[in-house]
């Protein structure tokens, strides 16, 4: 997505763009991006909740007004209920480290099936 | 509240993912894209005169094919934003299952927030049409098929500014 919004952004469009993971956005580079530490899933505020979502959207269309120079981040007042999902995403510990193992080989395997026509 | 910490508090998705994969027996990890460089263009009129669209990662249909096994197929692409969509796919895609849901697509694609706005004047008007764009892990088909296709609906469009929300 951030390569689009660079690519938009190179023909004279203007762009912002609204998102969780702040890492991956800016290692790309964009000229605004808004972003709100929530799990990956709602970068446009809660479901259900109109007022934060407004909220978001409105914070966006003043990044579009204000930014004067690319790499422009602004973070979202917002936080999440909890910290959990923080460390529980993607996790690897000794608890999960064999089934993640036998993951990767049943998935290469199905891979290999397909590849062969399987 | 105020805290004092050891570690930043946000997410690395870049580290996490690679040390996910690597514990499932992938040894070269994925390489993200970046750049030194990033263009910037100004808006050109004030936003109450601007027409304002929106770009998503969800589909309209749900992909074809499996995660991980073979090509996964996703469709980019334009869809009316009046109706508004009441349902999107996103199952394919890579998002926090545990942690939420996205049965509310305002809350990924701001499709009725951003035409509130153009109601109560913020902004000049909200595009007719929504857009489409698959994430693909192939910088050089986002580069080459997806990107040059979203600017030439934009410019059909007449959009004076896009925002862009990735799951």
């Given at each position: ?36 530490d929530f ?38 007042p917002f936080h999440w209920d909890?910290d ?35 | ?167």
């Open positions: 997505m951030s390569l689009v919004a660079r690519h938009l952004e190179g023909q004279g469009v203007p762009t912002v763009v609204m998102g969780c993971a702040r890492d991956i956005v800016e290692e790309c580079g964009v000229a605004r991006f808004l972003f709100t799990p990956l899933g709602n970068p446009c505020g809660k479901p259900r909740d109109t007022q934060m979502q407004l909220s978001i959207v409105g914070n966006a269309l003043n990044l579009l007004d204000r930014a004067w120079m690319p790499r422009t981040t602004v973070q979202t909890s959990a999902w923080r460390d529980a995403f993607m996790r690897v510990d000794d608890g999960n480290r064999e089934a993640l193992a036998r993951a990767g080989e049943e998935r290469r395997r199905r891979q290999a099936e397909f590849r062969t026509g399987g | 509240m105020d805290q004092h910490r050891p570690y930043r508090s946000f997410v690395s998705y870049i580290d996490r993912s690679r040390e996910y994969y690597a514990a499932q027996g992938y040894l070269r990890p994925y390489t993200w894209a970046h750049h030194d460089d990033v263009p910037f263009a100004p808006l050109q009129k004030p936003l109450s005169e601007c027409r304002v669209g929106l770009v998503t990662t969800a589909g309209r249909t749900p992909a074809d094919g499996a995660i991980g096994i073979g090509p996964l197929k996703r469709e980019l692409y334009a869809a009316p934003a009046d109706p508004p969509p009441l349902h999107l796919f996103t199952d394919d895609l890579f998002w926090d299952k545990q942690a939420t849901h996205t049965d509310d697509v305002d809350s990924f694609l701001p499709v009725n927030r951003l035409a509130e706005y153009a109601a109560s004047g913020r902004i000049g008007s909200a595009s007719p049409r929504f857009y489409g764009v698959p994430t693909d892990y192939s910088h050089g088909r986002t580069l080459q098929r997806s990107a040059p296709q979203i600017l030439e609906w934009c410019r059909e469009d007449g959009l004076d500014a896009v925002l862009l929300a990735a799951l």
